[in-house]
């Protein structure tokens, strides 16, 4: 097994395939990556961006290459000492035309096989397929019968496709004059729905002759469209219904993705079949679990893979856990450190400035004074308007449990609980934990506190009744496989966009309740994990965070001085008057995050601003949203993005940004630098997004999945020097820092890798410094917290001499130490 010392992250799509990653690996190396973190590689929707969107978790997705390719990156990987981690899609796969295991069930229904993958209520009389773009009467001429190539006779609506069941193909068969054996294998398979009879069945029709399959396509195209629908064992509805019609468990709102049921050891077997041998061959080293929590019983499903792949794969989960949340007891290496990028970003932001900040927007009317009020009206808010048939089937669930509610106070005392949890959700389930108890006692209290008397008796009678027994198991799984999307939709997607006091603190996993740290702080915060063993990636971006590192270190830097920003953006204000198109849009709130946008990604085209502020302001549901856009709103603001930015009324608003960013520059650059020294020396697992080892000064996606210019990397890397921090434009002394303590990891892992970790408490709280020992040797870090220089305490039994880890030469360390205004680092080793 190849020792875990750093990994980068890849995203894999038909414009980075194997071939380009093998032609990375000579420069991965050299940097010092250990591993290849790669995104999904199974078979996936035609032109996915991401991999998510899995079809066939038992193939190779074929637009990044064939298996031969897969083998030549492997190999590669194997020749340079690395290894590779892969991504793997346990919650939900995609409804889509190339997904046959999905194909397989809506056509045999739920007595076949596959129908044990999918989570679906087969309860109801048809599985509705909300994906019509009106009510089907208006477009059922957009919808055909087809022969699918492989055999299977699809109704197919622009990109979408579904199979027909049997006994329609049968008759469709006939209809056509085809051979009786052929309808007969068809409509055998309505009284017995086996995988074996359906590929006969589908390999007649795959194999028709030209006449035959000319006589039934004119059959499918003069079929009663509305009769062969109706009988489906599945019912096309208009997607804008979904709320009233689903009955499919989803990836958070998104019903293209559809649950798939991990905890059935046969569909853990099925779905993993393809990546566990892959560990098993070699090929693999670790597994990065997605969306842990939508799974129905997440420690269950950890203690099955941890041994289907023995003790020492790595296994990394997507868990996003709350400041004061520890993971639980899992078989797992760690998370993927969503949280290990808070600690270190919280450092960088100063809470008085943060306060200061926040105050400012409650005063001028633009947020509400008690953070924890927003979230709450956030969380009813996407529970109210995305997740309805969720909360449905927890109410029909819950009307089993005995509480003695009628079914409003059923619903409401639901939407309570899900509104008020203060985490993403709970494991109870047979047996409670002192958190799970503890998560759900906190809800109650904060029932009580927000809505009162009569709310809280019905959370606590809903509380009450969860004890043991089959009902009370089924409720708490679904409350439980909800309340992660409601908090990730509510606080993620709707809430950080809102409340911006300080965009960079909006991360994944952050919490505008806890924006910064002490020192103190995030000292016991890295020996508790020491203690734990936790090996958690650490992260400063990933696909999935909503700014780069570079750009959430000059952010930052607002807090600093809060006051300052406050007037800086209104003079903003003022400036931006002459290009406004509207007297309300954007207004007070959007302008204020625009500001702070262009601070933190400047210099920024057009394109990347108008195309981030489309979703900020859609996530935010404040004026527009995803489902009904404001078309009026979002046009008035792009015209002031594109003024801003490209006309000549913009020129006085865009002189004052490029001043203003001027001047922070270095502080912000100093910040870059200090957070990437503690994302590599800390103990953990750095992980490197794909091209972030430059300066990365990217917003959420799209955006962070542009293409990186990886010659020009390999060209820097290749180079020597390091320019002074102050005309570092590409971000080359983040380069140097990286490699330089990425081959001190590879020549030294008992030091950093698995070193001991010595807080060294400073009476400045500007500065962060600690020590790592192993090996027999001592890594010295002191980092400024403040965006300058600042004098660092030297414990007495370190004084002597040391070498400067990036800079080489020779470093004497007396009591105390002036970091230099060009230099503000300590990164030494003896």
Known sequence: MRELRATCRLQFHAGFTFADAEGLVPYLAELGISHLYASPVFAARPGSMHGYDVIDPTRLNPELGTEAGFASLVAALHRAGMGLIIDIVPNHMAIARGNRLLQEALCLGPESEAARIFDIDWGAEQVAMPFLGGPIEEVLGEIRLERDPDGLVMAVCHDNAFALRPGSIAQLAEAAGLDPALAEGWRALEESPEATGLADAMHGFAQLGAEAAAALDRVLAAADLVAVLAEQRWRLTDWRSAAETLNHRRFFNITE????????????????????????????????????????????????????????????????????EVLPDWPVDGTTGYERLNEINRLFVDAGGYAALDGHLVASGLLGPEFRARLAAAKRQVLDELFAPEVAALAALAAKLGTGLDQGGIGAAIRSLLVHFPVYRSYAGDGWSADDTAHWREAL??????????????????????????AARDFLTRFQQLSGPAMAKGLED??????????SVNEVGGESEVPAATPGVAHRAVEAR?????????????????????????????SHDAAAWIGTSRRWSELGRAI?????????????????TLVGAWPITADRLTQYLEKAMREAKRHTRWEAPDEAYEGAVRAYAEALLEGKAGRPLRDAVADHVAGLEMAARTNAIAQTVLQLAWPGVPDIYQGTELWDRSLVDPDNRRPVDWDRRRRLLAEEGMPPLAEDEEGVTKLRVTASLLDLRRRHPGLLVDGAYRPLPQGDEAVFAFLRAGEGRELLI????????????????LAGSWADVVRGGAVDLAAAVDLAPDWPFLILLR
Not at 494 to 503: H, Q
Not at 546 to 554: C, L, N, Q
């Open 257 to 324: 993705l559809i649950g798939v049921r991990a905890e059935d050891p046969w569909v853990f077997e099925r779905t993993h079949r393809l990546a566990l041998d892959l560990v098993r061959r070699g090929d693999v080293d670790g597994l990065r679990i997605d969306h842990v929590d939508g799974l129905a019983d997440p420690a269950g499903y950890c203690r099955t893979l941890r041994e289907a792949v023995g003790p020492d794969v790595p296994i990394f989960v997507e868990k996003i856990l709350g400041p004061h």
């Open 445 to 470: 209290t904060r029932i009580l506190e927000f809505e009162g008397d009569e709310a809280a008796a019905r959370a606590q009678k809903m509380f009450d009744a969860l004890g043991e027994g089959e």
């Open 494 to 503: 709707t809430e950080l966009y809102r409340s911006v006091a300080l965009a």
């Open 580 to 596: 406004r198109t509207s007297d309300t849009a954007p207004d007070a709130l959007d302008e204020w995050l625009i500001h702070q």
């Open 782 to 797: 002191a980092v400024p917290l403040r965006g300058r220089a600042a004098r660092v305490e030297i414990a007495e039994d």
């Open 530 to 558: 020491v203690a734990r063993g936790d090996r958690s990636l650490i992260p400063l971006a990933t696909h999935d965070t909503k700014r780069g590192p570079e750009t959430r270190a000059r952010i930052n830097t607002l």
